[in-house]
């Protein structure tokens, strides 16, 4: 009974084993790593960069000033 537990742990060590993906280490430069931790946030977060295009819909009262204007140019 002993041997057969053994034999039985020593093929589900062997098996855990093969299965075992150590992953690649970061070949990057610091300089790359924290280029792409800049590109990777959000474009609200940065403060000295452009506003982001898709960020929050303008306000009623100022969709309406800008509609409002459109037409007076236009005329």
Known sequence: ???????RHKREVSRAKARVRLSEPDLRTPEQVKAAREASRP???????????????????????????TAKADA
Not at 47 to 67: E, F, I, K, V
């Open 43 to 69: 474009a609200a977060a940065r403060r000295d960069g452009p506003q982001a295009h898709y960020g929050t819909p303008m306000a009623r009262s100022h969709a309406r000033l800008a509609a409002h204007s």
């Open 1 to 7: 009974m002993d041997k057969r537990i053994q034999k």
